[in-house]
């Protein structure tokens, strides 16, 4: 894969998730009620993220959890070339019965990955409303799914691949966009 371009870095992505705690905290009058629920890998540690600014911001704290999708995937059986899947686990700490829970992701692009989330969450409980925050949005839904906070909507083609590094595992803060 080549490198094409370099859309964010750690500036603009801290840039990009304090707007969008401002907008989770100004939707929902407040964090009351609220979760925070990361999906693996890179969305815990962007749900986080978003948890510390708006603790920041609000002076309180908002609970964070964290999602496993493997099994709901339905894309599984491509993926794994018929080996058994790695189960992290979900690891969720507050009831999420009747809060708003804010399902966290890095990229949203076919939808799939976010119906496995939901699928996931209601396994869990029956929250009061889910919403939505992506870093990048990079259009070519599959599905009829849309984000409620975007970072940035980044238009691409679909010979083309967004990848987002976050220092918690790659030891960098950048979103680059690169030919497949």
Do not use: W
Not at 3 to 31: F, P, S, W, Y
Not at 55 to 78: A, C, F, H, N, Q
Not at 160 to 169: F, G, S, T
């Amino acid at each position: 894969m080549d490198q094409k371009a370099l859309v964010l870095d750690e500036q603009a992505i801290g840039r990009a998730l304090t707007r969008i705690a401002h907008q989770i905290i100004e939707k929902n009058k407040g964090i009351e009620e609220c979760i925070l629920v990361g999906i693996r890998t890179r969305g815990i540690y962007l749900a986080e993220r978003l948890a510390a600014k708006i603790e920041e911001i609000e002076g309180k704290s908002v609970p964070v959890g964290e999602l496993d999708i493997t099994l709901y995937r339905d894309d599984l059986t491509m993926k794994t070339d018929n080996q058994e899947p790695l189960v992290k686990g979900s690891d969720i700490p507050a009831e999420i019965t009747k809060k708003k829970v804010i399902l966290v992701d890095d990229v949203l692009y076919t939808g799939r990955t976010v119906r496995a989330g939901l699928d996931a969450l209601m396994d869990q409980g029956r929250p009061a409303a889910i919403q939505l925050a992506v870093l990048v949005d990079r259009g070519h839904r599959e599905l009829p799914i849309r984000a409620d906070y975007v970072g940035k909507n980044i238009p691409t083609s679909k010979d083309e691949r967004i990848v987002v590094e976050l220092a918690e595992v790659d030891q960098v803060d950048q979103v680059s966009i690169f030919d497949k």
